[in-house]
């Protein structure tokens, strides 16, 4: 059953001490740096116009500067308590992994149903209820419902989770595209992105559940809303659209296929926006 004791377990989320030294470090420290290697533009903003109190943040994930560009183009009084949703069994095994989310994210555990569980050690399911009580606390949360970075820069399908918070809560959600992040940072690269690549944050209007509206529905209609602002904006700039990723990776999939079949060798998925043989 969850372990959360809502005080002991909470209360850090709350914290107004904690939520100043997370904003001073995030625009003293991560925002130039994440602003420095990438060029970013933000767009959207207007549209968080009026909007106060707890809400749920659902953006597309492929990087490891997904968080970062959320909290540095959100504006500061809706960053301010942002608690971000990160993968129990990625970064809350040991405490050196979870100090980064922890002190710039507010992080907060999720479970996917991933890693051991040892003897005397929280099981994979034992962080459950934890996004509910934050919102309950008026906490507001930034959920990546794909579970996963993408690998292939096409947006995979989202868990009905983040969905289904907002409709429980009565909280809005607001849809975020991130547009070039898996270009300029894809999973399996190791270091920082090279030659300042541009990326786009587009943030779209705060959805409401319509009544009756069940968390599959809700999330199908908020996917396919960071899909439009993702395309939009690929569009505009000349950027590669999701479902361009898509034809790409059933293309990579499809001759890998047969280049499996003539040399029994693998390859990893290419980035259509790099040169063929770059790192
Ligand atoms: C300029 C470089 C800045 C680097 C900052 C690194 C900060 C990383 C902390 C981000 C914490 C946000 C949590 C994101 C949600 C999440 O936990 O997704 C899971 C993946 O992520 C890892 O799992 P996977 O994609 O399956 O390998």
Known sequence: MASVKPNKDRGRYTNDLSAVTRQAANMLLLRPLVW????????????????????????????????????????????????????????????????????????????????????GARSPRS?????????????????????????????????????????????????????????????????????????HVAIGHPMDPVPGEIAHEFSERIRRQVIELHDQTARAYGMPTLDEYGRHRALSQSSETSRTASTGKKSTPTNPHRPSGGS
Request: glycine letters at 12%; hydrophobic letters at 45%.
């Open 127 to 199: 962080h459950r209820g934890m996004a509910g009580s934050l919102l309950t606390d008026g906490v507001p949360l930034l959920i990546f419902p794909e579970g996963t970075r993408s690998r292939t820069g096409a947006m995979g399908t989202f868990k009905p989770g983040a969905a289904a918070l907002a409709i429980s809560r009565g909280v809005p959600v607001i849809p975020i595209a991130l547009v070039g992040a898996w270009a300029a940072m894809p999973s399996e690269q190791a270091g920082l992105p090279k030659g300042r690549p541009p990326v």
């Open 36 to 119: 420095r290697v990438v060029k970013v533009s933000v767009h959207g903003v207007d549209n968080l116009d009026g909007l106060d109190g707890a809400y749920v943040a659902v953006a597309n994930h492929s990087s490891h500067l997904d968080a970062p560009l959320v909290f540095g183009a959100l504006p500061k009084r809706l960053s301010k308590y942002l608690a971000t949703g990160a993968a129990a069994d990625y970064f809350f095994t040991t405490w050196w992994k979870a100090i980064t989310p922890v002190l710039f994210f507010n992080a907060f555990p999720v479970d996917r149903g991933k890693g051991k569980s040892k003897q």
